[in-house]
């Protein structure tokens, strides 16, 4: 299981942020195309949208399995890491 880590308070309505070591991030349309363009594998990203925990099946021991995915609104290089040169597309 994925561990869970939260970093900024959060209540009802408001966003929180989570710091988690690997998920996978869903991606569509510009975004997705942008992000292919962008990104390269290992890079440390920052992801906005909606988490989901998915049950998958149950393991030997008895316990289920979860998958972990970011269906993303928006995502961006994490410049605590690094300096970026924004490009705009025309598309």
């Not at 510009?30 to 990104?39: G, M």
Request: aromatic share 6%; hydrophobic share 40%; proline share 3%.
């Amino acid at each position: 299981m994925i561990e869970n880590k939260q970093t900024a308070p959060g209540t009802w309505g408001q966003r929180r942020a989570r710091v988690l070591p690997w998920c996978d991030v869903v991606c569509d349309g510009e975004l997705a195309f942008n992000v292919l363009d962008s990104l390269v594998e290992g890079d440390y990203v920052v992801v906005e949208g909606e988490l989901r925990v998915h049950r998958l099946y149950p393991v030997d021991d008895g316990r289920d399995s979860a998958m972990v995915s970011v269906r993303a609104e928006s995502e961006g290089l994490d410049l605590r890491r690094g300096v970026a040169k924004f490009l705009r597309v025309e598309r």
